[in-house]
């Protein structure tokens, strides 16, 4: 919560950036100025300056915003699942959160360290998330008896290198793809089960 505004500004801060999350995933957002900004969502500069002071720090306020909503709409799909569960539905909520991104906004997030290093960070907490549900799943016997941190650390290159775009380089596969793919991968091979049938 930014401090020093007032409730009214604090609200259209957050649909200030719940509009532009809506324009940055459809068309990524290195080609736009604080004034295309302004004109697209058809407010002044200084409705957008209440989301952060420059184009830079809005973008990665947006960003930021993107991956704490998604990682919280994340948790609440996995807290309903048991353990053997879990690990499943976690990636295929991680891929359901990714699919609207658009190949500009991930291009532009490659392109722009402070933003890319907000994707990075998610990336490793969602590696450790991993790993910590493998290990759910094998103490309550519904996952193979695995080295959960193998499987974290293995996991977690493979989410990084979808994070650099390396998988869509090799294989074409977008994001949201690599890790359904990445949850097939590792369902059968701790439960003999696919994701996708």
């Given amino acids: ?28 957002f290195a080609a736009f100025s604080v004034e295309d ?12 300056y209440l989301v952060a002071p420059s184009k830079e720090q809005i973008v990665v306020t947006v960003v930021r915003a993107f991956f704490k909503g998604a990682a ?9 699942r048991d353990a053997g569960e879990r690990l499943a539905s976690y990636l295929e909520a991680v891929a359901g959160e990714l699919r609207p991104a658009s190949p500009a906004f991930y291009a532009d997030l490659a392109a722009f360290a402070p ?16 790993r910590d549900l493998v290990a759910e799943g094998v103490e309550a016997g519904r996952l193979r008896p695995v080295d959960a941190s193998f499987v974290g650390a293995a996991v977690g290159q493979v989410m990084a290198a979808v994070q650099r775009g390396e998988i869509k380089a ?26 996708h049938r």
């Fill in 170 to 195: 090799a294989t074409g596969l977008d994001d949201a793809e690599a890790y359904r793919r990445l949850a097939d991968l590792l369902m059968t091979g701790l439960t003999g089960d696919r994701v």
């Fill in 72 to 80: 919280a709409r994340i948790e609440a799909r996995v807290a309903v």
């Fill in 1 to 28: 919560m930014v401090r020093g505004l007032s409730e009214k500004s604090r609200a259209r801060r957050e649909e200030m950036i719940g509009e532009l999350l809506t324009l940055f995933l459809a068309e990524g």
């Fill in 37 to 48: 900004l302004a004109r697209r969502l058809r407010c002044s500069k200084s409705t957008l």
């Fill in 115 to 130: 933003a890319n290093e907000v994707y990075l960070d998610n990336t490793r907490m969602a590696a450790g998330r991993v």
